[in-house]
């Protein structure tokens, strides 16, 4: 996927056990197209040696203000100017507490109050992001709490803590993010807040209908489409509720908070779950809802009998959900997009429901191809044009598909 090819980042590393995570976040990083830096205290050398961090990044490391490798002896300004990012994983209580009163007494805290990012002889301020690390007793602490609210008024991203179990034995807030996690939160920082504020709904995955306790009607989703609206969604600033069927996906971006998640199993009840979201700005309709469910259900299974005696189902129909939310946000018209997976003619069924489903945008692609793969090729059909994306990674399509709806929103 390669999502920070060409961005520079200054890894700062500060003195916490949860440096042993360090090398694999420089991995994780340069995996996804990163060159990495790495700056580290005098007391997270005590963690992971510098060698490891040299080894992975593929650079020398710096650790002193002192170091004569930058040729006009100040590594604390040289080491900033051409990088996008200084991240600062894991940061201790006492890097925090630093940080947030400008003290300046080793490279890591001097670098970052020296940050500034060069762009053709005009030097902006770098963003800076940490990663909190500590025992919970220390992150609970008032001092701690206080040094959170300075960084944060100083515009200084704070990427967690979560909470679990401490290299301590306790447990609670405190932990650091794992690197996957960190990654993610980079990733999205770095994406164009296209969506900022805006309330996004999004369905996914298919509904699954009950036909007796052990069998049922079903749809061949994974929600991975769904699954990338919502992280592109997030990514982009948006206030994300996403209502799933059935699927095995984590919730994307969990850890930033801008996002709920409820869990359902038939249509009818992703259709309530759905219409108590009708403020939403933004309704993503990707869920493969099943048409139909049996008439009335069996409370116990139903025992085969013979070979002629072959059950045979009452079918009703399940409420249209996309339709009722267009319908039912008249008032404060949200901007609809639905899906359409289709078998055959999918750019002429496409355009029908474009009127049927009485939505903005249609996104059309061919079910049986794309079902449970990485991989897809969508068109868009909107009042007057068809936009074709992809193939492409499922996640590349969403973001780009979050530019487009983002551009066709009222200012
Ligand atoms: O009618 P069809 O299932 O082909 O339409 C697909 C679009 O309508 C998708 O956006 C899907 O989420 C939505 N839909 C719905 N409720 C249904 C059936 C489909 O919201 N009962």
Redesign the pocket.
């Known amino acids: 996927m390669m999502s920070l090819n060409n961005k520079k980042i200054l890894l700062g590393i500060s003195g916490g056990i949860a440096a042993y995570k360090s090398p694999e976040l420089v991995r994780q990083l340069i995996k996804e197209g990163a060159s990495v830096q790495v700056a580290m205290t005098d007391a997270a050398t005590q963690f992971v040696t510098p060698t490891t961090l040299q080894a992975v990044s593929g650079q020398p490391v710096f650790i002193s203000q002192w170091d004569t490798r930058i040729s006009n002896g100040m590594p604390h300004i040289e080491l900033t100017r051409d990088v996008d990012a200084i991240l600062i994983a894991p940061a201790s209580a006492d890097f925090m507490a630093k940080l947030s009163l400008g003290l300046a007494n080793d490279l890591l805290s001097t670098l970052c109050l020296a940050r500034g990012h060069d762009s053709n002889g005009v030097i902006t301020p770098c963003p800076l992001l940490i990663v909190p690390a500590m025992n919970r007793q220390m992150w609970e602490n008032i001092a701690t709490q206080r040094s959170v609210e300075r960084l944060l008024k100083d515009k200084i991203a704070i990427l967690g803590p979560a909470s679990g179990d401490q290299a301590c034995g306790e447990v609670g807030m405190g932990r650091m993010l794992e690197p996957t996690e960190i990654c993610e939160a980079l990733i999205a920082f770095f994406q164009p807040k296209r969506l900022l504020g805006k309330k996004v709904l999004i369905?996914a995955g298919p509904t699954y209908e009950a036909i007796d306790p052990v069998r049922g009607l079903t749809n061949r989703s994974s929600g991975k489409m769904g699954f990338a609206i919502a992280r592109a969604a997030v990514e982009a600033g948006a206030q994300v509720q996403l209502i799933s069927g059935p699927v095995h996906l984590d919730t994307p971006l969990a850890f930033l908070g801008n996002i709920q998640r409820t869990n359902v199993t038939s249509?009818q009840e992703m259709h309530d779950a759905v219409l108590t979201h009708h403020d939403s700005d933004v309704f993503f309709?990707?869920?493969?809802?099943a048409?139909w469910r049996v008439s009335s259900m069996a409370d116990q299974k139903i025992k085969k009998q013979s070979t002629t005696d072959i059950p045979h189902f009452d079918l009703v129909q399940?409420?249209?959900?996309?339709?009722a939310f267009s319908s039912a946000s008249k008032n404060k018209p949200s901007f609809c997009v639905?899906?359409?997976?289709e078998t055959e003619n999918t750019i002429e069924y496409g355009k029908k429901?474009l009127i049927s489903?009485n939505t903005s945008l249609i996104i059309a692609n061919h079910g049986p191809s794309t079902f449970g793969e990485d991989i897809n090729e969508v068109t868009l059909i909107d009042a007057n044009n068809e936009l074709t994306l992809g193939p492409a990674d499922k996640l590349v399509l969403a973001r780009e598909i979050i530019r487009e709806v983002s551009k066709r929103l009222p200012t």
């Open positions: 369905t249509a309709s990707v869920a493969a809802v048409d399940n409420p249209d959900i996309l339709l639905g899906f359409a997976a429901k489903k």
